[in-house]
Nanobody, 125 residues
Framework: EVQLVESGGGSVQAGGSLRLSCAAS????????IGWFRQAPGKEREEVSC????????SYTDPVKGRFTISSNNAKNTVYLQMNSLKPEDTAIYYC??????????????????WGQGTLVSVSS
């Protein structure tokens, strides 16, 4: 079965760190563009970060710049989101998504073909 599997969410205090993983199952990240998105209660889903396996480009939404880092491990067929200096406003369900159609980052959501099930990140003050 072709799927994305997220892991690494949890509860931390403000200032703490978490590393989210997005593992591809049933296929290989080749020229994919992979994005991390989040959805907080009562808010729309927003793009947090993106990495293009096609041209190596990465992108971040302004609120997470300097705190989050996206990376890719080819051998493990996994994309990571390292989240440092977490804030209560980072609390959300985090999803990864992949596209074979998007050209680069940031990714146009209409090109995303596959979504993971999400992992909850909760940051307390």
């Amino acid at each position: 079965e072709v799927q994305l599997v997220e892991s690494g969410g949890g509860s931390v205090q403000a200032g703490g760190s978490l590393r989210l993983s997005c593992a591809a199952s049933g296929f290989t990240f080749n020229d994919h563009v992979i994005g991390w998105f989040r959805q907080a209660p009562g808010k729309e889903r927003e793009e947090v970060s993106c990495i293009s396996r096609r041209d190596g480009r990465t992108s971040y939404t302004d609120p997470v710049k300097g705190r989050f880092t996206i990376s890719s491990n080819n051998a493990k067929n996994t994309v990571y989101l390292q989240m440092n200096s977490l804030k209560p406003e980072d609390t959300a369900i985090y999803y990864c998504a992949a596209s074979t159609w998007a050209s680069s980052c940031p990714v146009d959501r209409k090109y995303l073909e596959l979504w993971g099930q999400g992992t909850l990140v909760s940051v307390s003050s």
